[in-house]
């Protein structure tokens, strides 16, 4: 999947720049959906993913609700009925349709979602002809970063709608083969005193802040993450039949949800893997993806290692040992938690990352669905634990 990268902020020209941004982020937006159906837009095939439509008309809600409603001149809502509609979980801008939900609504129609987006493009465009506060920026710039992680949720999601659909079909088709791997590799790192989180001027969210210093102890890193075939000789070796290898609550889910391979493997014909070109025969050399953290977690137990912390992570990620961008997410070992000095920005946006801070655990990197310019060393992904649905795999991390 190509990634489109917001454009490079030039020192004097902050405003100018994002403008260039905002116009070829949200045409990023509408590529991903081109060749797909009204129809394609509206399903919502479980609870934790959104239709393609909401994601649509939610990233414009942001726009509209905190830039254009405080800060264009005689402001009119596209519709009042959106405020709520496509409002995710600000509880500081109102009422929310239940999220569980979105997928009821039929009304407002594509056509109509569609016609809102240009609406407020159009004047989005109109405001930043005119000299604009830093606090304005900001908000902008904070609305583009929010729309790159819905472009990656508009593919994972649209991904386990159409896993769903017994026809399987192909949100891009044509299927390039992975590269062989390098064998792996254990790097070594000596620990000590490291530096963790991000700080300077450019963006990043408030959950990557304050930058801090850490001790680590001596450990070693994997070369790269885990591979097809080197999964499959877990599913094998009896991984998904082997309570020990598991924490409590990990069995519990796999034993309640009938987990025997990664979400999207089934046997037919050997092992096929569904993904963004449809069904193909697993590829030995791509690496595992759609695992959750407790699959992670039992698979480095069974290879005598363990997941790497995300301190860690980040500390090799600064030496060149792993790489920000990649095609999966790596599950840490680490909860995701506030970083020592955490402060909750104000206002309603400072509900954006903080409340989320308890039963998560932290991915590092990013994806094959992440856009261009979105990864960095510092970033901070989350989901449950149980969360199987977004490209995410293993890099495995050991202890000197």
Not at 38 to 45: H, I, T, Y
Not at 82 to 106: D, E, I, T
Not at 112 to 128: F, M, N, S
Not at 333 to 355: C, I, M
């Amino acid at each position: 999947m190509k990634r489109e990268a917001i454009a490079t902020v030039l020192p004097g020209s902050r405003q100018a720049s994002l403008r260039t941004a905002y116009a070829a982020v949200r045409q990023h937006t509408q590529q991903l959906v081109a060749g797909l159906s009204a129809e394609d837009c509206m399903v919502q095939s479980m609870a934790d993913a959104s239709p393609v439509k909401w994601h649509l008309a939610h990233v414009t809600w942001f726009f509209e609700t905190f830039i254009l409603e405080q800060h264009e001149a005689g402001f009119q809502p596209f519709d009042p009925a959106f405020r709520m509609l496509f409002n995710s979980y600000y509880v500081g801008v109102g009422a929310r349709h239940p999220r569980a939900a979105r997928g009821v609504l039929s009304r407002p129609g594509l056509a109509t979602v569609l016609a809102y987006r240009q609406q407020v493009d159009a004047r989005i465009d109109a405001l930043l002809a005119q000299p604009l506060a830093d606090a304005v920026l900001d908000l902008l710039e904070l609305g583009l970063h929010h729309e790159q992680q819905h472009q990656e949720l508009i593919v994972t999601d649209l991904l386990h709608h159409f896993w769903c659909n017994p026809l399987h079909p192909a949100y891009r088709p044509g299927q390039p083969a992975a590269p062989q791997p390098a064998a792996m590799q254990w790097q070594p790192l000596a620990g000590g005193d490291a530096h963790i989180g991000h700080e300077g001027a450019d963006f990043a969210f408030d959950n990557e802040r304050p930058a801090h210093r850490i001790w680590l102890a001596p450990f070693e890193i994997a070369s790269r993450p885990v591979s097809q075939s080197e999964y499959l000789d877990f599913i094998n070796d009896g991984g998904y039949r082997t309570p020990t290898l598991w924490l409590s609550d990990g069995w519990d889910a796999c034993s309640r949800e009938g987990w025997q391979a990664p979400l999207y493997w089934r046997q037919q014909d050997g092992w096929q893997v569904f993904g963004l070109h449809g069904d193909t025969p697993l590829d030995p050399h791509a690496p595992v993806a759609q695992i959750s953290y407790y699959e992670a977690d039992a698979y480095a137990r069974w290879a005598g290692a363990r997941l790497p912390s995300e301190q860690e992570w980040e500390h090799a990620a600064r030496q060149g040992l792993v790489a920000a961008t990649g095609d999966v997410w790596e599950w840490t070992g680490s909860a995701y938690l506030p970083y020592p000095g955490f402060r909750l920005p104000e206002g309603a946006v400072g509900e954006y990352n903080g409340k989320f801070m308890i039963n998560q655990m932290v991915l590092r990197g990013s994806s094959c669905a992440t856009p261009g310019g979105h990864a960095r060393n510092s970033y901070r992904n989350f989901f449950p634990p149980a969360a199987r649905w977004q490209f995410s795999g293993v890099r495995l991390a050991r202890d000197v």
